[in-house]
Nanobody, 127 residues
Framework: QVQLVESGGGLVQAGGSLRLSCAAS????????MGWFRQAPGKEREFVAA????????YYTNSVKGRFTISRDNAKNTVYLQMNSLKPEDTAIYVC????????????????????WGQGTPVTVSS
């Protein structure tokens, strides 16, 4: 089992920045690909960004490209989401997820690719 705990959310004005963190504990000796998803009020959960275990590949949804950056520090079992130029439409609960990196088929944008989920951290962007 892997436990994921997000932090760093909060209230920020449009144009501001936040840095989210996701700390993993438990069975962290395995290799996990990581992802960030978000769910806004009244909307379905959507993919935001993902990064492979080796950090050689990153993926973003179009709406955050050029504004958000996903990174990881495997020594600290932590993945980050740097969010710049925030917009009111970025307001959501942000959740990190971990998926076994050994799976034969990798679909970073699909929720079924991930085995473990955190509880989420809220991000509110005011206009």
């Amino acid at each position: 089992q892997v436990q994921l705990v997000e932090s760093g959310g909060g209230l920020v004005q449009a144009g501001g920045s936040l840095r989210l963190s996701c700390a993993a504990s438990g069975r962290t000796n395995s290799r996990y690909d990581m992802g960030w998803f978000r769910q806004a009020p009244g909307k379905e959960r959507e993919f935001v960004a993902a990064i492979r275990w080796s950090a050689t590949n990153t993926y973003y949804t179009n709406s955050v490209k050029g504004r958000f950056t996903i990174s990881r520090d495997n020594a600290k079992n932590t993945v980050y989401l740097q969010m710049n130029s925030l917009k009111p439409e970025d307001t959501a609960i942000y959740v990190c997820a971990a998926g076994d990196s050994s799976r034969s088929y990798y679909a970073p944008r699909d929720a079924y690719n991930y085995d473990y989920w955190g509880q989420g951290t809220p991000v509110t962007v005011s206009s």
